[in-house]
C-alpha cells in the first residue's frame, strides 16, 4: 500500500494533532504501508518537541514551504528585538480571530498553492494508491480532492476536529462564508472513498448533516495512548507538601480556568485541604489565559512551566494529585481532548470539568473516573474538589475498558480497512 499523506501538523511541531500523525505514520509503516508524508516548512508554534521527530517511520518527510501567517511570523519576526513567540503569546485571541476570518476556508490557505504543485510532482512521478489527508487545517482538504479528482486516486479524510459543525466557535465571521464552507464540506466528504473520525461524536454528525451512507466507509480512530509510550516510563509521586492540581496543554477558545481558581481560593479560605491547594500548568499560553492568572486572586499558587517534550510530559503528570481536563459547556458532544487518554493510562485521578452529556464524559464514566464538574460553574467545581480532597484516591491501575483504545491496535484496524479499499 503507497500513500501520499498530507498533514500541516507533524513533528518536530508539538502537540495532539502531530502526535495523533506520527503515531497513525508509524503503525501503518508497521504493518506494511509506504508512506511519503508532505508537512509544513518552519512555522512560529506554541512549542516544538524535537524527540518526536526520530520515532517517524516515514519513507520520505517533504517539508513544503508556506506563506501563512504563522510561516510569515516565524520568517520575519527573528532578529528583530522582539521574537515571534513573544508576539504570538502576546496577542490578544480576538485579533488572532479576526487573522483567521480574512481567510475563506482557514488561515492555512496561502499554503496551499506550493503543497499542490509538490503533490502533484509526488502523484505524477510514483504510483500512488490514495492520497490520505489529516485536517484540519481543513484547507489542505481542497487539494487532495481535487488531486485524487486529475489522477483518479482514493482519498481518505481524517477527520481529527469539526470543521463546519464546530458550533461553539465562529471561525468564519459571515453567514455567507460559512454556507459557502458547508457546501465545500458535503461535497468533499461525499466523494471521499474514506473517513476516519477521532471521535464517535464528530462521526455521528457527519452522517447526519452530510452523508447517511458514510458509516459503510468510515472508522473512529481515537487519539488513544500508546503503550510503548509507558514501557521504562520512570515513576514519580506527588509531593507530599502539596495537594497538587496540574494542567498539560493550551487554552483557547471558550476553556477557562477561572471558575477553577475562583474554587480553590474558596476552599483555602475554608482551610477544607489539610496541605496547600497549588495549581501547574504545563504549555505555552496566551495572553488571556495569563491575564486569568493574573486576576485570579490566588497568582501565587499558579506555577507556569514551559513546554517539554511528550515523554517529559508523561513523567511530569505522575507528580499530581489530581489531572485538569477543560472542555466548555458549548462544545459539540463530539470534542474530546486527547490527554485524556494519557490521564486515564496513567491512572492519576482526574478533575474533569467537562459537559456530563459529552463523549468525553461518557469516556471517563466508562473507564471509572468519577470526578465531573462544569468548566462554568464554581460550585459544582468547588463541590467535586472537596470530594477528592476528602476521599484522597490516590493513583490506581488503569481501567480494563482503556485497552480498545491503545494506538497500536487502532492503526492495526484502520490499516486492514485500508487494505481493502485499495483491493477494492
Not at 291 to 318: C, N, T, W, Y
Not at 352 to 365: R, T
Not at 385 to 409: D, F, H, T, V, W
Request: hydrophobic share 40%.
Amino acid at each position: 500500500m503507497n500513500i501520499l499523506y498530507i498533514s500541516y501538523f507533524y513533528p518536530p511541531l508539538g502537540g495532539p494533532a502531530s502526535l495523533r500523525n506520527l503515531k497513525s505514520v508509524k503503525y501503518l509503516t508497521e504493518r506494511g504501508a509506504k508512506i511519503t508524508l508532505l508537512t509544513v516548512g518552519q512555522i512560529q508554534y506554541s512549542y516544538e518537541d524535537e524527540s518526536l521527530v526520530q520515532s517517524s517511520l516515514a519513507e520520505r518527510i517533504i517539508r513544503v514551504p508556506s506563506w501563512d501567517p504563522m510561516s510569515l511570523l516565524r520568517r520575519f519576526s527573528r532578529g528583530e528585538g522582539t521574537s515571534s513567540e513573544a508576539i504570538y503569546k502576546k496577542s490578544p485571541e480576538r485579533l488572532k480571530l479576526f487573522v483567521r476570518r480574512l481567510f475563506m476556508i482557514d488561515d492555512k490557505e496561502l499554503w496551499l498553492p506550493n503543497l499542490f504543485m509538490r503533490a502533484y510532482r509526488e502523484l505524477k512521478s510514483e504510483d500512488y494508491d490514495m492520497i490520505y489527508v489529516s485536517c484540519g487545517p481543513f484547507s489542505s482538504a481542497l487539494v487532495a480532492w481535487i488531486l485524487g479528482r486529475i489522477f483518479g486516486k482514493k482519498l481518505v479524510i481524517d477527520y481529527r476536529d469539526y470543521w463546519t459543525l464546530l458550533s461553539d466557535y465562529d471561525l468564519f465571521g459571515s453567514v455567507l462564508k460559512r454556507r459557502l464552507n458547508r457546501a465545500l464540506e458535503r461535497k468533499i466528504l461525499r466523494s471521499a472513498d474514506f473517513v476516519v473520525s477521532a471521535t464517535s461524536g464528530i462521526l455521528d454528525e457527519l452522517i447526519s448533516e452530510f452523508d447517511p451512507a458514510l458509516p459503510s466507509r468510515s472508522y473512529v480512530l481515537y487519539n488513544g495512548h500508546d503503550e510503548e509510550d509507558y514501557s521504562g516510563l520512570p515513576f514519580a509521586s506527588p509531593d507530599e507538601q502539596y495537594f497538587t492540581l496540574s494542567y498539560f496543554g493550551a487554552l483557547y477558545a471558550r476553556r477557562s480556568l477561572k471558575y477553577l481558581y475562583q474554587a480553590v481560593a474558596k476552599l483555602e479560605e475554608e482551610n477544607v485541604s489539610q496541605k496547600p491547594i497549588r495549581i501547574r500548568l504545563y504549555g505555552s499560553f496566551n495572553h488571556d489565559a495569563m491575564r486569568e492568572v493574573e486576576e485570579s486572586g490566588i497568582a501565587d499558587k499558579i506555577e507556569i512551566i514551559p513546554p517539554m517534550s511528550h515523554s517529559e510530559a508523561l513523567f511530569e503528570m505522575q507528580k499530581s494529585d489530581a489531572l485538569i481536563l477543560i472542555i466548555n459547556s458549548s462544545s459539540p458532544r463530539g470534542t474530546l481532548t486527547s490527554k485524556v487518554f494519557e490521564y486515564l493510562r496513567l491512572g492519576v485521578p482526574i478533575l474533569a470539568l467537562v459537559p456530563k452529556n459529552n463523549e468525553a464524559a461518557e469516556l471517563l464514566v466508562e473507564c471509572g473516573a468519577k470526578y465531573i464538574a462544569a468548566m462554568e460553574s464554581m460550585s459544582s467545581i468547588e463541590a467535586c474538589l472537596k470530594e477528592m480532597i476528602g476521599e484522597n484516591p490516590g493513583r490506581q491501575e488503569p481501567s480494563a475498558q482503556l485497552a480498545k483504545y491503545e494506538r497500536r491496535r487502532q492503526v492495526g484496524e484502520l490499516f486492514e480497512r485500508l487494505d481493502e479499499l485499495v483491493s477494492s
